[in-house]
């Protein structure tokens, strides 16, 4: 049982607009900012967005972070057939004192 | 550009201990805390801790506390993750991820008797 819960799976259109939820707490999301991680599958996360919705050099504009009381979202528009891999959000937990992620949601592009 | 470079995959028996490295490259070493996440076979991500490469000094999560073990060798650049008493559940693979912005390749530890 993970502490932030993310929807098990998604999936889109080639060209469509998804959205992927992170549900936390107020000791966790309410508190501290959130990162995303993209992971293809067979490798290592790659980090999407950081401090809720700033995204490293070399992360395409399509994809956008948002946060909102102890829940944030991750936006990929204009869905590409690359795009199929699991997605995490993570954010420090003042209650654990240590870093929480959620579950993961396996995005298909159909 | 930064690289985590980490030690190859381990099959151990229950009881036994494992010790991963993770070898840095590309930033200062002594300037990013360490972390350590885990993924067991179809699952999700956890984090086990993080060490201050400057300092040597850790935090751990309490589900592993007295059983993981987190250095540093600044003249190598290199962290290690030693994790004892070893049980199935154990099965994984174990990343190094510097500020958790940088992962390395991971390595597969598999725990079979």
């Known amino acids: 049982q993970s502490v932030l819960t993310q929807p098990p799976s998604a999936s889109g259109t080639p060209g469509q607009r998804v959205t992927i939820s992170c549900s936390g707490s107020s000791s966790n999301i309410g508190s501290n900012t959130v990162n995303w991680y993209q992971q293809l599958p067979g490798t290592a996360p790659k980090l999407l967005i950081y401090s809720n919705n700033q995204r490293p050099s070399g992360v395409p504009d399509r994809f956008s972070g948002s946060k909102s009381g102890t829940s944030a979202s991750l936006a990929i528009s204009g869905l590409q057939s690359d795009d199929e891999a699991d997605y995490y959000c993570a954010a420090w937990d003042d209650s654990l004192n240590g870093w929480v992620f959620g579950g993961g949601t396996k995005l298909t592009v159909l | 550009q930064v690289q985590l470079v980490q030690s190859g995959a381990e099959v151990k028996k229950p009881g036994a201990s494992v010790k991963v490295s993770c070898k840095a490259s590309g930033y200062t070493f002594t300037s990013y805390y360490m972390h350590w996440v885990r993924q067991a076979p179809g699952q999700g991500l956890e984090w086990m801790g993080i060490?201050?490469?400057?300092?040597?000094?850790?935090s751990y999560a309490q589900k592993f506390q007295g059983r993981v073990t987190m250095t540093r060798d600044t003249s190598t650049s290199t962290v290690y993750m030693e994790l004892s008493s070893l049980r199935s559940e154990d099965t994984a693979v174990y990343y190094c991820?510097?500020?958790?912005?940088?992962w390395g390749q991971g390595a597969l530890v598999t725990v079979s008797s």
């Open positions: 991820a510097k500020g958790l912005d940088y």
């Open positions: 060490i201050n490469p400057s300092g040597g000094s850790t």
